[in-house]
Each structure stands twice: as C-alpha cells, then as structure tokens.
C-alpha cells in the first residue's frame, strides 16, 4: 500500500534507480511464473508454521491466506498482471498480496529470504515432474510391450556394425527397450531421493533467529527430512545436474532408437512403415515420405546435452552460497523438462503408428549366414572339435557359399562333406532360423519360452491391464 511507486524492496538501502537494461536481464518472472502453485503453497505452509509457533496472530494468517488463495484464483483465471519490475515469482505475489491486505502482507518473509524459497518451490516442482517422466516412461514401456507380444514368432536379423549377425525374434528386440527405459525410470527415482529434503526455513544462508519448525513444513510439504545445512542448503543445485543427466541419458536411449527406426524405414532396409500422420513430404520430390518425427527426436537429444553441460558450467565457477548466476537454472530445467516429456510422448505415438515389414524382415534373416555361429556350435557339440577348429570349418562353408552365390538352405549334403566329412544329414537343421532362434535357452536368450517368460514378467512388473 505505501509502495505506490513500485519500488524494489530493497529501496530503501540502494538509492539509485536501477539502469533500465540491468532491470530487464535481471529480472527472471517471465520464467519463473511457472512456479506459482508451488511457490504459494509454500507460502500457505510457511504461514501457517508461522501462527502454530506464535511469531504471528491468527487474524495476520487469515488474512494473508485470503490474499495468497485470492491471488491463486486470479493466476488461474488469467486476471493477474505479472510485471517485470517485480523481478521474480516471489515478489510478484508479495507486491499483489500488498495491495490486497496492506501491511500484513510483510508478515510473510518472517524467517526466510528468497535464498530458501525458490529452492523449496523448485524442489516441489521438480518432484511432482519427475514423476510426470515416470508415468511417461511407464507408458511407453508398456506400448513396447503390447507390440512384443504381437511379435514373439517374428523373425529379424540382429545386426552388429550394422551388418547381419544371428537372427532374433522381433519381440525380444522391442523388450529390449523395455529394460533400457527401466533404467531411466530408475534414475529419475533415484533423484527423489535428493529432492526429498525440506530446504525452507534455512532463510538466507545461515539460518534464523526465529523459533521455526522446519519438521512441520517438511510434513505439510511432503518433503521427508529437513536439510541439515543451511549454507549448503542454498547452495545445492545438484538435484538439477541430477535430473538433466537422467534426461539427457534417457534422450539419448530415444535417439539411438530414433536412429535404428530411421535406418529401418528408409529404402535400403525397408523394414518399417510409418503413418501418413508421422513423416512429412518435400516442397519439391512429390514422392517423397521424410522420417521427421523420428528426426526431431534425434535432434532434441542435442539441446537436451546443451543443458546439462550449461548447469554443469554456471556451477564450475561459484563458491559458497547464493549468486545471480543460479538464476538460470529454472530455464534450463523447465526447458529440458518440456523437451523430454515431449520427446516421450512423441516416441509413444510412434511406436503405436509403426507397421513391422515382417516379411521383409524374414527375407533379410536368410542373407549374411545368420546360422553361421549356429553351425560352429554344432560342430563342436557333434565332433567334439576346439571351438576354434569348428570356427574354421564353418567359415569354409561360407567361403564355399560366397563363391557359388549360394545360401545355407541351398546347401546339399555332399557339398557339405566336402568341407567336413563327418558331418551327417541332420546339421541341414541347423539352417532352419526358427530353430535357430529358439535354441538360444540361455537365461535373457531370444528363444520363445525365454520371451513368453519375460513378457509375463513385465505384464507383471508393469501392473498391465488390457
């Protein structure tokens, strides 16, 4: 009420105006208007400790609720001015609040600084997004699932260097990535682990004269422990690093998978099929179908890296406590956050739009002599020969093949025993792909008992419903 100029809080130390580029870099509200629940809420819980330890009266708590909730209501309903000379979220809502009870409104900075309050609101937030990632990831697992299913007698070729290798059912290359985003999902659990502790009422960097009671906000707050110093407190931004290195590993498993996916759709492989509503055309080949939705989830993962080296570099330089370069981390959080969690839902879409060319796919498995290691194996098993000696056979055979333009299928016996004499009719068997694939019975193998197993396993890992 008595600040009818709009004058900072400090105003009455630092006389002279602020120089008009300097306000505008230093202010961070169009930012950091994204926290105002969390940095509300907290309010709400800092005031009501405030009352329960006597520092302030019942009617100052009333009154200050009625303004913080009316404030709520009017963020919500898009009728609230946020202004840049505010500076941040923080003093936004106070300089609002004062106008709407007057003087009171100075009761809500009792026992803590801004030092405290962005890092409790930020915590909040970053809690409640992780576990938005969380139930992403769990999504997307279980579109992985559904499509392995789909999938346990389809057969591919596994590659490695990119070339033909041991053929595979296409079900265990989609659970693949089930564990590779289990594991993402468990880093960002992890995290919960740091965001868990209640940073309000460490104040500026050495605590408060004020009898507060840091375990009631850490309850009402849902926080399970208060931190334990207050120095480190506002210090301590490496629940960001934390989280933007789960992201950027996690964005990373999406662009290696976007990689394969574009490899896979284009003419060469053609092993894939995306939907019309997934790929875009060209302003001048009108044939043209382009993998864009799969690049840009390639590309994404580049700014994604961009943010975590950007934290790790602002935090490199900066000793204890609080400075203006901290400022920043909320962009770069809530940025990487929008771009994971879009990136995710995006690869979901995908994956539930993609056509499997599975008869392309079984031509692919019978060219590179996918069998091959098969073959060594049987040899050793048969002829009890060093695995090296069946190595050697085995590649004669495929030699032979090369220079014949044949393929193992198209193998006679005789031809066979030209190579090894004591090899019988029955390793014709061995060609077969199938049986190839469902030989491999060691634990984690391709084989269908293996794979009907561990979808059973993650239908009930996943808690999967139809």
């Not at 404030?71 to 809502?93: G, L, P, T």
């Not at 009671?213 to 960001?240: A, E, G, M, Q």
């Not at 939705?293 to 406590?321: A, C, D, F, H, W």
Request: charged letters at 30%; glycine letters at 4%.
């Amino acid at each position: 009420a008595k600040n009818k100029n709009n004058q900072s809080v400090w105003s009455s130390r630092i006389k002279k105006k602020k120089n008009s580029f300097f306000d505008k870099i230093g202010s961070s509200i169009n930012v950091d208007k994204r926290l105002y629940k969390e940095d509300i809420n907290c309010s709400l819980v800092h005031v009501d400790m405030l009352f329960k330890q006597k520092i302030i009266s019942f009617k100052v708590k009333n009154k200050i609720f009625f303004g913080l909730n009316k404030i709520k209501n009017e963020i919500i309903k898009k009728k609230y001015i946020f202004k840049a000379e505010d500076e941040d979220i923080h003093m936004s809502i106070e300089r609002r609040l004062h106008e709407i009870i007057g003087d009171d409104a100075g009761y809500i900075h009792t026992g803590r600084s801004r030092n405290d309050q962005v890092v409790t609101d930020l915590k909040v937030w970053m809690k409640k997004s992780t576990n938005e990632i969380i139930d992403s990831l769990k999504s997307l697992q279980k579109t992985f699932l559904k499509l392995a299913e789909k999938n346990v007698y389809s057969i591919m070729p596994g590659f490695t260097h990119l070339k033909n290798a041991q053929p595979i059912s296409l079900s265990h290359y989609l659970t693949a990535y089930i564990e590779v985003f289990e594991r993402d999902k468990k880093k960002f659990k992890d995290n919960l682990r740091s965001l868990n502790e209640n940073p309000l009422g460490v104040a500026a960097l050495s605590g408060t004269s004020f009898n507060l009671d840091r375990n009631f906000t850490t309850k009402k707050l849902n926080f399970l422990k208060p931190t334990r110093n207050s120095i480190d407190t506002v210090s301590d931004r490496d629940f960001v690093v934390d989280f933007i290195y789960a992201a950027s590993m996690c964005s990373m498993h999406i662009s290696r998978l976007s990689e394969e996916l574009i490899i896979w759709n284009s003419d060469a492989f053609e092993l894939i099929e995306l939907n019309d509503k997934l790929v875009t055309g060209s302003s001048i080949m009108p044939q043209k179908k382009n993998p864009d939705s799969l690049e840009y989830l390639r590309g994404q993962t580049g700014i994604i890296y961009g943010n975590l080296v950007s934290m790790l570099t602002i935090l490199k330089g900066l000793p204890l406590t609080y400075f203006k370069d901290l400022q920043d981390d909320k962009k770069i959080i809530f940025e990487t956050f929008d771009n994971l969690k879009t990136c995710i839902l995006l690869l979901n879409e995908i994956l539930r739009n993609i056509k499997f060319n599975k008869k392309k796919m079984a031509e692919l498995a019978e060219t590179g002599f996918l069998t091959a290691t098969d073959l060594a194996d049987y040899i050793v098993r048969k002829l009890n020969y060093p695995f090296r000696k069946s190595y050697n056979i085995t590649a004669k055979l495929v030699n032979y093949c090369d220079q014949n333009k044949k393929s193992f299928k198209d193998l006679k016996i005789k031809e066979i025993k030209k190579i090894e004499p004591k090899l019988n009719e029955d390793v014709l068997e061995i060609f077969d792909l199938k049986r190839s694939v469902d030989s491999k019975k060691s634990l984690g193998g391709t084989s269908f008992d293996n794979i009907k197993k561990m979808l059973k396993n993650y239908k009930k890992e996943l808690k999967w419903k139809y």
